[in-house]
Structures are given as structure tokens and as C-alpha cells.
């Protein structure tokens, strides 16, 4: 397959687009309470789009494993019945806003050190991450 082509792929629920040997899952349709996201798409680790789960209106809890390595700008914008969300180490970026909205969501698990934690880039404009508790591993 020629390295420029455009892959678009559902999964399950899940919404995945791969070009240029990077990828990114770009939408949810389910309705799970669990939502439970790959490590990988088509072998590459991946990032969560600006917007993603953006007004998914259920109760639920998600968790993002190894593999994924960014999570993009109001990725879960308005998700209010967001209760808990886990994040990998591998995670390296969290964009603007990402948890805007989210009111129930009160803890975020991090399977990193606290150090860990503070070497991700995280944009400046989370008003709602810095009320969120961060449990971190160690």
C-alpha cells in the first residue's frame, strides 16, 4: 500500500484514520457505560481528534491503554456524565480544554509517576483538568 493513501476504518464503535504511517481515532457511535479504546490501530499507536467523544451523553467510564499518545483539543467536550478516565504513560500531549464540560468527572488515573505526569505537554487553557484529582502510579 502506498505510504500516502488514506485508510478509514471502523472498529466496533470506534472511528480510526491512518495516512502517512500516523493515525487517529476520530469519533465514537457507541453507547457503552465502558468505553475501552485499543492500544493500536493497524500497529501504530495513535491520538484521540480534537472533539472524538464531544456530547456523548451516558453515564461512563473510559480507558485509554498503551499506545495512545495524544489526546486533542475538547476530545470529550461536554461530556457530562464522564465519571473516571484512565491514561497510559505513553500519553505525551493533552490539548486545549479536553475535559470542558465534563462535570461529573472528578478523577483521572495516570499509570505513570507523578514526575511522569508533569513531563506531558498540556495546554495552558484546562480550567477543568486542574479540578480534576490525578492519581498517579508510584
Known amino acids: 500500500q502506498h505510504a500516502d493513501v488514506s485508510i478509514i476504518e471502523k472498529r466496533k464503535n470506534l472511528r480510526f484514520y491512518a ?5 487517529c481515532l476520530f469519533g465514537y457511535t457507541g453507547n457503552d457505560n465502558t468505553i475501552i479504546l485499543p492500544g493500536a490501530f493497524r500497529g501504530l499507536e495513535y491520538s484521540i481528534h480534537p472533539y472524538a467523544f464531544a456530547d456523548y451523553k451516558r453515564k461512563c467510564n473510559v480507558i485509554i491503554p498503551e ?20 491514561l497510559p504513560i505513553s500519553i505525551t500531549k493533552i490539548g486545549e480544554d479536553v475535559f470542558s464540560g465534563c462535570k ?17 505537554v498540556i495546554h495552558q487553557n484546562n ?12
Open 104 to 120: 461529573n468527572l472528578t478523577e483521572v488515573y495516570y499509570s505513570g509517576t507523578p514526575e511522569d505526569w508533569y513531563k506531558i
Open 19 to 23: 495516512r502517512q504511517g500516523k493515525a
Open 67 to 86: 499506545g495512545v499518545v495524544a489526546i486533542g483539543d475538547f476530545a470529550f467536550y461536554n461530556c457530562e456524565y464522564l465519571n473516571s478516565v484512565y
Open 127 to 138: 480550567p477543568s483538568l486542574e479540578k480534576i484529582k490525578i492519581h498517579c502510579n508510584g
